[in-house]
C-alpha cells in the first residue's frame, strides 16, 4: 500500500528559529489524521512542505507516492491545501471565485459555471454566490474557502486550523464537510490546537511540540497514556486547597495540581470509579465542594502531562524565539 | 441561510458535489495568463473608484502645467501643450505600473497568492495575467489624456496612426516597467509601503527627463542622464510618433532597453515568487 504521507526527519528553519526539528509521520490513505499542538509548535510549517509550498532544509517527504521537492508538480495535482487564512479574492464575488479556479484547473468554458454552481449549493453559499467575498462573515469565508480547494476533488487535503475563529455552528458545518470528503475517499491531513476537534474527526493523532512529533497513536490510545479523564474540582473555600489536595491524592493515587484558579484543583485520572471514591472522602473530610466536573482531558493537560509545561508556557518560547 | 445549509438534506448535494471527479486537463501557458488577465478586469469592475484615481493625477498635471507654468516655459500655452502631451501620455501610464507592484503584495498579504502558487499552472500565469489585465487600465488612461489634450487644442499630426503606435510602444515599455514593480512587490512588506518605495524610485527618473521640459537648459552632466534616461527615450519617441515620423532608431533604443529591464527583473521576480514564504509563515 502507498502510504497518503511519509515523511522522513523533516527540518526547516527561518533564521535561528527551527521551525520544524525532525518530524516524521507515516499516513495511511483514506482517513484523517491529526495534527496537534499550540501555536509555533511547527505545524503549518510542515504542512506547508509537504503542500510544496515550501522547500524543506533536510529529510525527505513522499505524498501520494511522489517526492515532495523532485516531483513538485505531481503533488500539487493531487493535493490540495486549505490555510488558517482563506486564500481566496476579497475582491471577486464567491461564484467568480469559483469560476476563475475552475478555469485554472481546466474545465471547459461550459462546464465552469455548473461546477461553481454546484460547490455554492453544496457549501450553502447559493445566496452569497454574487457577493463580494469582502462581505462574507468568518463562517462563509471559511466555506467559500474549502470550496475552492474541492474545484477539483483532491485525493489528498492539508486543512491547517479549519475551524480556528469560527463560531460553533460554523465549526459544526466545517466538520460535516470534512467527514462527507472522507466518506468519499479523500484523506484529510488536519491541523488544529483544539483535541476535541482532533478526537472527533482524527482517526489517529499526532501531538507536536518545539518542531517534532512528541506522542503519537489513535484519540483512545492518547488518552489511556494519559489516563481516561481530567477531574476538576472547585472548593466553597479556597484556604481549604491544601488540605484539598492532599485527600484527593490520597483517594486518587496521582498527583494534583493546582489550578490559577485559587479554589480549583484538577487531576488526571483514569479510573472513574476513584473519582467517586476521592469526592466521598472530600465530604467526609468536611471540605465543601461547589463544583466537580469529570471531562476529557484538555490540550493543555495533555500538554502538561507530555512536555511537563502548560501550553502558554511552550507559545511564550516560541515568541520568545 | 438557515440552521441546515449543509445537514442533513444538502449532506446528498455534498457527496454528489465531491463524487464528480473530473479529468484534470492543465490549462496551457495562455489560457492561464487569460484567466489571470480576466480577474484582473472583474477587480475593476468591482472597484471602477481605481481607473478614476489613476486618473486624477495626469489629469491634474496636464491642466496645471499646461496652464500654469506652459506660458513660462515654451511661451504659449498652445505651444507647450503640443510639446507636454506626449510626455504626460507616458507619464500617466508609467505611474500605473507601480499598482502592478501593490496588487501583486495584495495577493500575497490576502493568501490567495499561495493557492495560487499551489496550483499546477505556468507558474508566471498569475503575473503575467494581471499585466494584462492592467494593459486595459493603461489604455484607458491614455485615451483619456489624449481625449482631454484634444479638448485643449492638441492636433498630433502622426494622426490616428501616430496615436496608437505611440500607445503600443508605451505599452511595451509598461510591461517591462512592471517588472520592476512586481520584484518590489515581493520584497516589500504592505501594500502601502510599496507605494511608499516605488514613489521616491519613480520620480527621479520621471523628472530627470524630457518629460516636462527640452533638456537644453540644463547643465551638461544632467543633460547625458537626461539622455540615457529610458523615460526620455520613450517621450521622444512618442513624440516624433505623434507628430507624424517613425523613429526607427530611437524606438530601438527603447526596445533595447524594455529588454534589458525584463531580463534583470522578469526573472528575479519569479525567483522570489517560488520561495517567498507568505504572511501565516511558521
Given at each position: 500500500m502507498i502510504l497518503a504521507i511519509e515523511a522522513h526527519r523533516l527540518v526547516k528553519s527561518f533564521g535561528e528559529t527551527r521551525?520544524?526539528?525532525?518530524?516524521?509521520?507515516?499516513?495511511?490513505p483514506g482517513a484523517v489524521y491529526g495534527f496537534l499542538g499550540p501555536n509555533g509548535a511547527g505545524k503549518t510549517?510542515?504542512?506547508?512542505?509537504?503542500?510544496?509550498?515550501?522547500?524543506?532544509?533536510?529529510?525527505?517527504?513522499?505524498?501520494?507516492?511522489h517526492d515532495v521537492v523532485r516531483d513538485a508538480d505531481?503533488?500539487?495535482?493531487?493535493?490540495?491545501?486549505?490555510?488558517?487564512?482563506?486564500?481566496?479574492?476579497?475582491?471577486?464575488?464567491?461564484?467568480?471565485?469559483?469560476?476563475?479556479?475552475?478555469?485554472?484547473?481546466?474545465?471547459?468554458?461550459?462546464?465552469?459555471?455548473?461546477?461553481?454552481?454546484?460547490?455554492?449549493?453544496?457549501?450553502?453559499?447559493?445566496?452569497?454566490?454574487?457577493?463580494?467575498?469582502?462581505?462574507?462573515?468568518?463562517?462563509?469565508?471559511?466555506?467559500?474557502?474549502?470550496?475552492?480547494?474541492?474545484?477539483?476533488?483532491?485525493?489528498?487535503?492539508?486543512?491547517?486550523?479549519?475551524?480556528?475563529?469560527?463560531?460553533?455552528?460554523?465549526r459544526n458545518q466545517v466538520w460535516e464537510i470534512?467527514?462527507?470528503?472522507?466518506?468519499?475517499?479523500?484523506?484529510?491531513?488536519?491541523?488544529?490546537?483544539?483535541?476535541?476537534?482532533?478526537?472527533?474527526?482524527?482517526?489517529?493523532?499526532?501531538?507536536?511540540?518545539?518542531?517534532?512529533?512528541?506522542?503519537?497513536g489513535t484519540s483512545g490510545q492518547l488518552k489511556a497514556s494519559l489516563g481516561s479523564g481530567a477531574l476538576h474540582v472547585r472548593l466553597g473555600e479556597p484556604d481549604r486547597r491544601t488540605e484539598a489536595e492532599r485527600v484527593l491524592s490520597d483517594a486518587l493515587g496521582v498527583a494534583v495540581h493546582l489550578e490559577p484558579d485559587p479554589a480549583t484543583l484538577s487531576a488526571t485520572v483514569s479510573d472513574p470509579e476513584r473519582v467517586a471514591r476521592a469526592l466521598t472522602e472530600l465530604s467526609r473530610a468536611e471540605v465543601p465542594v461547589t463544583e466537580f466536573a469529570l471531562g476529557q482531558p484538555s490540550l493543555d493537560e495533555v500538554f502538561l502531562e507530555l512536555t511537563g509545561r502548560p501550553v502558554e508556557e511552550a507559545e511564550e518560547e516560541e515568541d520568545a524565539a | 441561510m438557515t440552521t441546515t445549509a449543509i445537514k442533513p438534506a444538502a449532506d446528498q448535494t455534498l457527496r454528489s458535489v465531491l463524487a464528480a471527479r473530473v479529468e484534470d486537463t492543465r490549462p496551457g501557458a495562455l489560457s492561464a495568463s487569460l484567466t489571470f488577465g480576466w480577474r484582473a478586469l472583474l477587480k475593476l469592475k468591482h472597484d471602477p473608484q481605481q481607473v478614476f484615481d489613476a486618473l486624477m493625477f495626469p489629469i491634474m498635471f496636464t491642466l496645471m502645467f499646461t496652464y500654469l507654468f506652459g506660458g513660462a516655459l515654451a511661451g504659449s500655452t498652445h505651444e507647450y501643450l503640443q510639446f507636454f502631451l506626449p510626455g504626460v501620455f507616458v507619464f500617466t501610464v508609467v505611474m500605473l505600473t507601480m499598482y502592478t507592484g501593490v496588487g501583486l503584495n495584495m495577493d500575497v498579504s490576502q493568501g490567495v497568492f499561495n493557492r495560487f502558487r499551489s496550483l499546477p499552472i505556468w507558474r508566471p500565469a498569475v503575473l503575467v495575467g494581471s499585466?494584462?489585465?492592467?494593459?486595459?487600465?493603461?489604455?484607458?488612461?491614455?485615451?483619456?489624456?489624449?481625449?482631454?489634450?484634444?479638448?485643449?487644442?492638441?492636433?498630433?499630426?502622426?494622426?490616428?496612426?501616430?496615436?496608437?503606435?505611440?500607445?503600443v510602444l508605451v505599452l511595451v515599455f509598461a510591461f517591462s516597467l512592471s517588472w520592476v514593480?512586481?520584484?518590489?512587490?515581493?520584497?516589500?512588506?504592505?501594500?502601502?509601503?510599496v507605494q511608499g518605495v516605488s514613489m521616491p524610485l519613480l520620480f527621479p527618473f520621471v523628472f530627470a527627463s524630457n518629460l516636462f521640459v527640452d533638456?537644453?537648459?540644463?547643465?551638461?552632466?544632467?543633460?547625458?542622464?537626461?539622455?540615457?534616461?529610458?523615460?526620455?527615450?520613450?517621450?521622444s519617441a512618442v513624440r516624433d510618433l505623434m507628430d507624424g515620423t517613425v523613429p526607427a532608431g530611437q524606438i530601438g533604443w527603447v526596445l533595447v532597453a524594455c529588454a534589458a529591464i525584463v531580463a534583470v527583473f522578469a526573472p528575479l521576480t519569479m525567483r522570489l515568487y517560488g520561495t517567498k514564504p507568505s504572511a501565516d509563515a511558521v
Amino acid at each position: 500500500m502507498i502510504l497518503a504521507i511519509e515523511a522522513h526527519r523533516l527540518v526547516k528553519s527561518f533564521g535561528e528559529t527551527r521551525a520544524v526539528d525532525g518530524v516524521d509521520l507515516a499516513v495511511r490513505p483514506g482517513a484523517v489524521y491529526g495534527f496537534l499542538g499550540p501555536n509555533g509548535a511547527g505545524k503549518t510549517t510542515t504542512i506547508r512542505m509537504l503542500a510544496t509550498l515550501v522547500e524543506p532544509d533536510s529529510g525527505t517527504a513522499r505524498v501520494l507516492g511522489h517526492d515532495v521537492v523532485r516531483d513538485a508538480d505531481a503533488v500539487r495535482r493531487r493535493v490540495s491545501l486549505t490555510g488558517q487564512f482563506a486564500s481566496v479574492d476579497e475582491d471577486l464575488t464567491g461564484g467568480e471565485n469559483l469560476v476563475l479556479l475552475a478555469r485554472l484547473h481546466g474545465y471547459s468554458r461550459a462546464r465552469t459555471g455548473a461546477r461553481a454552481d454546484e460547490l455554492l449549493d453544496a457549501f450553502g453559499l447559493s445566496d452569497a454566490g454574487a457577493r463580494q467575498v469582502k462581505t462574507y462573515s468568518g463562517g462563509m469565508r471559511r466555506r467559500l474557502d474549502i470550496a475552492a480547494s474541492l474545484v477539483v476533488t483532491p485525493e489528498l487535503m492539508f486543512l491547517d486550523e479549519p475551524t480556528t475563529g469560527l463560531d460553533p455552528r460554523s465549526r459544526n458545518q466545517v466538520w460535516e464537510i470534512i467527514r462527507a470528503l472522507v466518506t468519499d475517499g479523500t484523506t484529510v491531513l488536519l491541523t488544529t490546537q483544539y483535541l476535541e476537534e482532533a478526537d472527533q474527526l482524527a482517526d489517529r493523532i499526532a501531538v507536536v511540540d518545539r518542531g517534532r512529533v512528541i506522542a503519537e497513536g489513535t484519540s483512545g490510545q492518547l488518552k489511556a497514556s494519559l489516563g481516561s479523564g481530567a477531574l476538576h474540582v472547585r472548593l466553597g473555600e479556597p484556604d481549604r486547597r491544601t488540605e484539598a489536595e492532599r485527600v484527593l491524592s490520597d483517594a486518587l493515587g496521582v498527583a494534583v495540581h493546582l489550578e490559577p484558579d485559587p479554589a480549583t484543583l484538577s487531576a488526571t485520572v483514569s479510573d472513574p470509579e476513584r473519582v467517586a471514591r476521592a469526592l466521598t472522602e472530600l465530604s467526609r473530610a468536611e471540605v465543601p465542594v461547589t463544583e466537580f466536573a469529570l471531562g476529557q482531558p484538555s490540550l493543555d493537560e495533555v500538554f502538561l502531562e507530555l512536555t511537563g509545561r502548560p501550553v502558554e508556557e511552550a507559545e511564550e518560547e516560541e515568541d520568545a524565539a | 441561510m438557515t440552521t441546515t445549509a449543509i445537514k442533513p438534506a444538502a449532506d446528498q448535494t455534498l457527496r454528489s458535489v465531491l463524487a464528480a471527479r473530473v479529468e484534470d486537463t492543465r490549462p496551457g501557458a495562455l489560457s492561464a495568463s487569460l484567466t489571470f488577465g480576466w480577474r484582473a478586469l472583474l477587480k475593476l469592475k468591482h472597484d471602477p473608484q481605481q481607473v478614476f484615481d489613476a486618473l486624477m493625477f495626469p489629469i491634474m498635471f496636464t491642466l496645471m502645467f499646461t496652464y500654469l507654468f506652459g506660458g513660462a516655459l515654451a511661451g504659449s500655452t498652445h505651444e507647450y501643450l503640443q510639446f507636454f502631451l506626449p510626455g504626460v501620455f507616458v507619464f500617466t501610464v508609467v505611474m500605473l505600473t507601480m499598482y502592478t507592484g501593490v496588487g501583486l503584495n495584495m495577493d500575497v498579504s490576502q493568501g490567495v497568492f499561495n493557492r495560487f502558487r499551489s496550483l499546477p499552472i505556468w507558474r508566471p500565469a498569475v503575473l503575467v495575467g494581471s499585466l494584462l489585465g492592467d494593459a486595459v487600465r493603461y489604455t484607458l488612461a491614455a485615451a483619456v489624456v489624449v481625449g482631454l489634450g484634444l479638448a485643449l487644442g492638441f492636433r498630433p499630426s502622426g494622426g490616428v496612426a501616430g496615436v496608437v503606435m505611440s500607445l503600443v510602444l508605451v505599452l511595451v515599455f509598461a510591461f517591462s516597467l512592471s517588472w520592476v514593480f512586481t520584484t518590489l512587490g515581493l520584497v516589500v512588506k504592505s501594500p502601502a509601503a510599496v507605494q511608499g518605495v516605488s514613489m521616491p524610485l519613480l520620480f527621479p527618473f520621471v523628472f530627470a527627463s524630457n518629460l516636462f521640459v527640452d533638456p537644453d537648459t540644463m547643465p551638461g552632466w544632467l543633460q547625458a542622464v537626461v539622455d540615457v534616461n529610458p523615460f526620455s527615450l520613450t517621450v521622444s519617441a512618442v513624440r516624433d510618433l505623434m507628430d507624424g515620423t517613425v523613429p526607427a532608431g530611437q524606438i530601438g533604443w527603447v526596445l533595447v532597453a524594455c529588454a534589458a529591464i525584463v531580463a534583470v527583473f522578469a526573472p528575479l521576480t519569479m525567483r522570489l515568487y517560488g520561495t517567498k514564504p507568505s504572511a501565516d509563515a511558521v
